[in-house]
């Protein structure tokens, strides 16, 4: 595909967690005939299908579904490495006549794909396991203070204690010479040629967001969790990969060696879904455009939604054109 080339269609469907995301592609996919392709930065790992809300085997069955379940734990995505991936199953959906329907809530994902991203050099593997080299025998508060003095842009926008993007700014700067904030600042690279998308957010209310992701953890227990999270600890995998940092395997990581009581972990766990729904829902408000619906999916919500994607399909420069 080259820029040369007519832009591809696609739908692209957002909110937080437990908006109904899933079901909404889903229930798009089989009307329209398209394909699913996944958007969540932890869905791609295949061994958190229930902590990760992964669409379930008979849900995947109903439409062809992409990129869940394609990384061991042991790996590490990046927007960059998914954007790759999304950009060929996009054309290649396309190219059978099945309408591309990425869904997901991570923003930076997202983003990626459809303004593309700073040209930052790979970081080669030996600079990597250099810098992780020197957090184990440092400790994360001088790696920051080390990234803060070097690149203070950068250790502005991130918390002391998110290792994985400490760790990038360091391997950056090794690698490169160059602060990760002043790759950023260049304009983004877009490959892969022009998508033109239809985006769909749903954000209900703040409360009703919450009190889905309280029930679905429960629903999540209920199916599993906690022996998923118990072949998870088996792996011995480095706590700064990302699948380890999905938000519930944590605290029930804690509780699967006797830290703390099933219940406390539920509490925690649930709290930090909340945690993360808001964040979701602050960076939604922010940064995308689309068009906005103010309640989680349902019937009514779904005939809203396709009538325009029916539309944006027979308009031939979109909706807002």
Excluded at 4 to 20: K, M, Q, Y
Excluded at 270 to 288: D, E, G, V
Aim: glycine letters at 8%.
């Amino acid at each position: 595909m080259t820029t040369s080339e007519p832009p591809i269609t696609a739908i692209v469907v957002t909110g937080p967690t437990a908006s109904g995301k899933s079901a909404a592609a889903l229930r798009i996919a089989t009307a329209f005939g398209g394909t699913v392709i996944n958007a969540d930065s932890m869905q791609v790992y295949r061994e958190l299908r229930i902590l990760t809300a992964r669409p379930t085997p008979e849900e995947e069955a109903a439409a062809p579904h992409r990129l869940y379940g394609v990384l061991s734990a042991a790996e590490a995505c990046s927007a960059g490495r998914w954007r790759g991936w999304a950009v060929r199953e996009i054309a290649a959906a396309s190219a059978t006549g099945s309408l591309p329907v990425v869904v997901g809530g991570t923003g930076l994902y997202l983003k990626a794909l459809l303004e593309g991203l700073a040209p930052i050099p790979d970081t080669p593997p030996e600079v990597r396991e250099r810098v992780r080299d020197r957090l184990r025998e440092q400790g994360a508060a001088a790696l920051f203070a080390e990234l803060a003095d070097r690149d203070p842009a950068t250790a502005e926008r991130i918390s002391p204690s998110d290792m994985q993007r400490l760790l990038r700014g360091l391997e950056v700067l090794e690698a490169t010479g160059e602060p990760l904030s002043v790759w950023q600042s260049r304009s983004p690279r877009v490959d892969g040629g022009e998508i033109r998308a239809l985006t769909l957010v749903l954000a209900p209310p703040r409360e009703a967001v919450y009190a889905a992701c309280d029930a679905r953890f429960d629903r999540m227990l209920e199916a599993g969790a906690l022996d998923e999270v118990a072949r998870l600890a088996a792996m011995r995998l480095p706590p700064d990969l990302p699948a380890m940092r999905a938000v519930g395997v944590r605290d029930l990581l804690r509780h699967v060696a006797g830290e703390i009581g099933l219940p406390e972990a539920r509490e925690r766990a649930q709290r930090s879904t909340r945690q993360y729904a808001k964040r979701q829902m602050t960076w939604l408000r922010h940064q995308t455009e689309g068009l906005w619906f103010a309640e989680q999916f349902s019937e009514s919500v779904w005939q809203k939604i396709f009538s325009n994607i029916r539309e944006f399909l027979l308009t031939p420069r979109g909706l807002t054109e």
